[in-house]
């Protein structure tokens, strides 16, 4: 009827990944945004679980299944220090097998307190949760790799902050929540057996091409697969700009999905220092900073693989740091080829990096907004800012060298750029809206301009503008 098909593979680790526990009952719950074509996907009937029953069932009221739910248990480096960590406000109904034969984790997010909540409440207020949708059906529109959510249920129960908030829970779907943390809380354990159970358990989930068969190979091959998504993912955040916030590791999968959207925003005005987090005092996770830190997260995950590598810890520490030193250069390649092709370039040449660093210096010397610069070049509606007009005859000049017609250069650069993104006024508007208001249609006008981003029509105007000007800086919060 409601078209769940779930099971729980991660159970099949050693406890010591997870607690059995049930979620919080909530007092009247009720769905407030159900993501229907996310539901389909999933082989989910929408028309079913757009209900009352589907509000019982996503706050946590009603068991979908006959599965226990669990908590994870994962660590992580939070701003270079590193914790001991797990769910402490979420828990995995199970994995749902869609259709086409895939797997997805879902989770409520919100729904009350773990063993690992440290003395927190486990709840979820609604601003954030709604956030969470609008951000990550908005970086699925935008083909990046990211977890989605499914629904935003009211639970009638208020939480308590600074003052008393509308209490939610998120409904997640992921490829899966092993995270570079859930593999450091292994290492931490010292159980290389547990170990091994994971990075085999990571293989079969998210890389079936490897062979367990040779175990250091397969480990290595990991580690390979892993840095290739990390690079892949944080070259499309750069070429976006976006700015996740808070590049924990145990906030970054192992499946390459953009997870935990915190503090995360989009760029409007160039500049690579851009921050938002209102934590990130000394701006460890600026714009700029996000592909070296991807490294640094990529090196504690080298460090958890070591004692799979090879049984000589100097051996497999060099094993390591060979792949680890292709990191920047696999980054840099993504990053180079998405910016040429935002400039709808199809060939190399040797110039073609300094073009885009000129480029980016005059955006940051004149303050002008990323996304609508790029968009300016398509449209001809050039920025009259000093040195930009030399630049753009170098650019036109380095276009009409390569073969391609005007016609498949300007195809492409609509292609490569978004003409809308979730601007930080434009979400903040639809969340006041909605949760002080409770007027959800600026939200769905919202997420409907937000659903085809590459779509470079005149009614995406509206949501283009960038935002007024202020003497106050834009400030995000992790969502608690």
Partial sequence: MYGFDLENSYTLLPDMFYTHIQPTPVSSPKILVYNHPLSKALGLNPDELDSNIGAEIFAGNKAPAELQTIAQAYAGHQFGYFTILGDGRALLLGEQTTPDGDRFDLQLKGSGPTP?????????????????????????????????????????????????????????????????????????????????????????????????????QATLMLLREVIQRQASLISKWQLVGFIHGVMNTDN????????????????????????????????????????????????????????????????????????????IGIYHQYWLQGMKSKLGLFNQEPEDEALIKELLQLMEDHKLDFTNTFVDLIKKTWPEVDGFHDWRQQWQQRIQRQQQPMEEVLSLM?????????????????LESAVSQNNLTPLHALMKALATPYDHSSDKEPYTAPPPPSNVPYRTYCGT
Avoid at 311 to 318: C, D, K, M
Wanted: glycine letters at 8%.
């Fill in 414 to 430: 609509k292609q490569s750029n978004p003409a809308v993104i979730p601007r930080n006024h434009q979400v903040e508007a639809a």
């Fill in 116 to 216: 690992y909540s440290r003395g927190g409440d486990g709840r979820a207020a609604l601003g954030p949760m709604l956030r969470e949708y609008i951000i990550s059906e908005a970086m699925f529109a935008l083909k990046i790799p990211t977890t989605r959510s499914l629904a935003v249920v009211i639970t009638g129960d208020p939480v308590f902050r600074e003052a008393p908030l509308t209490g939610a829970i998120l409904t997640r779907a992921a490829s899966s929540h092993l995270r570079v943390g859930t593999f450091q809380f292994a290492a931490q354990k010292g159980d290389i057996k547990a170990l091994q159970s994971l990075a085999n358990y990571a293989i079969e989930r998210h890389f079936p091409h490897i062979e367990l068969s040779d175990s250091t």
């Fill in 252 to 327: 970054m999968t192992i499946s390459g999905e953009t997870i935990d959207y915190g503090p995360c925003a989009f760029m409007d005005t160039y500049h690579p220092q851009t921050l938002f987090s209102s934590i990130d005092r000394q701006g460890r996770y600026a714009y700029g900073n996000q592909p070296s830190i991807g490294g640094w997260n990529l090196s504690r995950f080298a460090e958890t693989l070591v004692p799979l590598l090879h049984e000589e810890q100097p051996v497999a520490i060099e094993m390591a740091q060979e792949e680890l030193n292709k990191y």
